[in-house]
Structure formats: C-alpha cells, structure tokens
C-alpha cells in the first residue's frame, strides 16, 4: 500500500513538473504596444509581424521624408503596425498586394489648433479611408481611385468614459485587383482635444468572417486613458 502511494504520489509530482515545465517555455500569446506616453495601447498576436518604422513613417509621408515639414510631422504623428502575413508589406493596410493575413495599423496625432477646431465623429470616421457619403464622393472622383462599391457594416458612437469621444465603423470596399476586404475602424478623441488615437483593421471580407473572433480581440484592446494631471 505504502508502495503504491508512493508510486502515484511521484507520477502526480512529475505530471505536475512537466505541466509547468510546458507553460514555462511557451513564448507569449500577444505582443504588447503602447503609445511613448503610455495614453494609448493594444495587443496583437504574437506570431504577427511589426512593419518597420522608417517603412511607415515614408508610406505616409508626402513630399520629401528629410524636409523640415516631415520632421515637424513625425513629432506630431506616432505609428504602429503590424501583419499577420510572413512578408510584412505596409500596403497590406489597404488590401495592396496577394495576401489574404490581417493587418493592423495605429496612429496616434497630436492635432494642431485648427484641426482640433474641425474635429468632429465624421472626420474621424474618414480617419483613414472614406466612409461617409461626402468623402466618398470626393474619393470617387481621384482618377485611378481603387476602392469601390462601398458596404456600410456597422458604425457607432463609442463613449467609453473620462471624456472621451469615439467612433467605431466596420465596412467592405472592393479593392481592384485584390477583391473585398473589411475594414474596422476605432477612433477616439482625448477629453482635451489635442490627440486623435485611430485603430485600423483590414483583412480579406472572408478572412474577416472566419477570424471574426481573433480580430476583436484586437478591436477590443484598443484603450486610451486619460493623460494624468500635473
């Protein structure tokens, strides 16, 4: 009797061993991202891929990346991204490109007067690709413009609390050459006015129904806090 205690008792302390033994050297679910001033952050999986900086910063430049101008607008504007694709791509934000992995892009704007005087839920819809009906008129009328046939999915005001203001929209566009994709779009607007946080998800409209699940995850770490007095 004594023996076969024994015995169990050792298979139940080895099991154990190994259980955590296991979970110990299992690498990390979710990278973790936060804004520098720690206001603004989210999670994604860990197997995705974070696009290099000096890549984004010159995607979304206009003009010369070295001028004055551009300097002046990479204190003002931070960047994330990151693609569930092997071969990161910051085109992949927009459908660009054959590949059917999500993607996921954040920009944090610190807004100069007269753009926090223009702030309002319809520019932060159009945040980052049209979605109300006079931006997508606008949009329309760019020669060579690849997004069409545009698909309302859902839109609401999100009022999270300590002043914040948000929006949160999903659509379809067809993108040419690349089929439809879905896009979810989070935004929110600090209490003071002076900083506009935006979430862009894209991935391929069937990739979004089968990763539905996945990518709010993602949708839902979203946060941004308020920025502490003093």
């Known amino acids: 009797m004594k023996r076969s205690r024994a015995v169990f008792t050792l298979s139940v302390m080895l099991i154990t061993a190994l259980t955590f033994g296991l979970t110990g050297c299992a690498g990390p679910e979710f990278t973790y991202v936060r804004h ?12 995705w891929h974070a696009v290099d900086q000096e890549t984004l910063s010159r995607f979304f430049t206009q003009g010369d ?4 101008t551009a300097q002046v607008r990479k204190e003002l504007i931070w960047l994330a991204a990151y693609d569930a694709d092997a071969e990161p791509a910051v085109g992949h934000l927009y459908g660009l490109g054959s590949t059917d992995e999500p993607f996921v892009f954040v920009r944090v704007t610190t807004l100069l007067r007269e753009q926090r005087d223009m702030m309002s839920l319809n520019v932060m819809r159009d945040a980052l690709l049209p979605v109300t009906e006079s931006a997508r008129q606008q949009a329309s009328a760019i020669p060579g413009y690849p997004a069409t046939d545009f698909e309302l999915l859902a839109d609401e005001v999100i009022e ?20 439809t994709h879905t896009f979810d779009l989070t935004a929110y607007l600090a209490a003071d006015g002076q900083r506009l946080s935006t979430m862009l998800i894209r991935c ?7 990763r539905a699940a996945e990518l709010d995850v993602i949708a839902q770490s979203f946060k941004v806090i308020k920025r502490p007095i003093g």
């Open 160 to 179: 999270p609390g300590d002043g914040l203001q948000g929006v949160h929209v999903r659509f379809n566009y067809a993108i040419q050459g690349a089929g």
């Open 204 to 210: 391929s409209a069937s990739c979004y129904r089968d």
């Open 36 to 47: 520098d001033s720690g206001e603004t952050y989210f999670k994604v999986p860990a197997s």
């Open 65 to 68: 990346p070295d001028s004055a």
